[in-house]
């Protein structure tokens, strides 16, 4: 898609921000148009080697939770709040943010998904900001989905933890699986699936057997 091209070719030539100094790639999102993207906190430095966003130990938790939850990477599309690795995977600060988000909402605008799962605090508080809501934990906010009206719709957004904080942690990781099986819940809800006649037929087992 053309558009989607455009925008990661600003962010790999990027310099709008002092991450541009460090950092060895940036790291544009990918996947497909789908109904559901996913949003992380920033490159890590795997992630940062090799130009791919969630592609290290956090992205390897990440597909085993879509795989448990019967989504696949294959079928979403994956991006960060902050497109370049912060030095020493410290917190992104506000003025990367600000100066990075802009592709974010070209990225949404593009997709447009009809939920987007907030990986973390940083990604989560971005978009509670632009709801208009308190910010609040993570441990609190997770799991509790509110609303965007975008360009194209409304969007439902999803909070849940990173997954780099849940890999080593069996408390949270659990959480996490059971906020991936509510999420493809949700996905398979608002999937709008066309009913045909011969679907119809086929589903009840009465097709035309000749
Ligand atoms: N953590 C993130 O937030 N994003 C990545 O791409 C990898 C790890
Ligand atoms: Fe540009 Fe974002 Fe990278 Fe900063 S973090 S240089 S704004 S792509």
Do not use: W
Request: with cysteine.
């Amino acid at each position: 898609m053309e558009q989607l091209q455009d925008i990661r070719n600003s962010v790999i030539s990027c310099e709008r921000c002092k991450l541009a100094n460090t950092r060895r790639r940036a790291v544009p999102g990918e996947g497909i148009v789908s109904e559901l993207m996913l949003v992380g906190e920033a490159p890590g430095s795997r992630e940062d080697a090799l130009g791919r966003p969630f592609v290290g130990s956090a992205g390897k938790f990440l597909n085993q939770l879509l795989t448990k939850a019967g989504l696949s990477r294959e079928s979403v599309y994956i991006t960060n709040l902050v497109k370049c690795r912060p030095p020493n995977n410290r917190d992104p600060e506000k003025e990367e943010i600000d100066a990075c988000s802009p592709y974010l909402i070209a990225e949404i605008n593009v997709i447009k998904p009809r939920i987007i799962v907030t990986l973390g605090s940083h990604s989560t508080a971005f978009f509670q900001k632009i709801a208009g809501l308190s910010q609040e934990p993570i441990s609190r906010a997770r799991g509790k989905t509110f609303e965007i009206a975008f360009e194209h719709g409304k969007v439902i957004i999803f909070p849940s933890y990173h997954p780099a904080a849940a890999l080593y942690n069996p408390n949270l990781s659990k959480v996490m699986e059971e906020d991936f099986i509510r999420l493809s819940q949700l996905v398979n809800r608002s999937s709008s699936k066309t009913i045909t006649i011969e679907s119809f037929l086929d589903q009840n087992g009465s097709g035309n057997k000749g």
